[in-house]
């Protein structure tokens, strides 16, 4: 298995499912910025509160404090990986082809039907797979726009080691 092929992999997730992916990291995000704040550990209101009155006791423990910025380097980690994938998402959403000419180069192709957002396809093992081809980020390439009639034979390529990463190859038309 290719190391590069399994980054494709991951990445096409979020390029196939452009438009649940916009909402749902658009709206994720503001959440996870805000738990990676540095006052934002469970209590830490208190604890200032504690810190003007002159209540807190000198020996804080020190593993609240670790664990504190282990959870905030956590949720900024997961914060960016959801803006990363915000950006993917926009970017299919915008037509630009972030996955699919590596799929169409690298992909094996095979024989498939086409049912409304449904993509059937059997791989070399003999795994048949039924996928989805999204109306907002379809999953043709070169061109994206190409009307694949339902119930038509057409062509797929998939990565191998990852045969959830496909395209329609609009080159060859339905057959």
Do not use: C, K
Request: aromatic share 10%; proline share 7%; glycine share 10%.
């Amino acid at each position: 298995m290719n190391i590069l092929d399994t980054l494709i992999w991951l990445v096409n997730f979020p390029a196939s499912h452009g438009y649940a992916m916009v909402f749902i990291a658009g709206f994720s995000i503001l959440g996870l910025f805000a738990m990676s704040a540095a006052g934002s550990a469970p209590g830490g209101s208190l604890r200032r509160v504690r810190e003007r009155e002159g209540l807190l006791r000198e020996t804080a423990p020190q593993r609240g404090r670790i664990a504190d910025r282990l959870r905030r380097i956590v949720f900024r980690v997961l914060a960016f990986a959801m803006l990363a994938n915000l950006v993917i998402g926009i970017l299919s959403l915008t037509g630009v082809p972030v996955t699919r000419a590596y799929i169409f180069e690298h992909g094996q192709p095979t024989a498939a039907t086409i049912d409304g957002d449904w993509v059937t396809f059997t791989t070399a093992t003999g795994v048949e797979y039924t996928l989805e081809s999204n109306f907002f980020t379809p999953a043709g390439y070169p061109d994206r726009d190409a009307y694949i009639p339902t119930g038509a034979p057409i062509t797929v390529r998939y990565l191998p080691g990852h045969p959830q990463a496909f395209v329609i190859d609009s080159t060859q038309g339905p057959r």
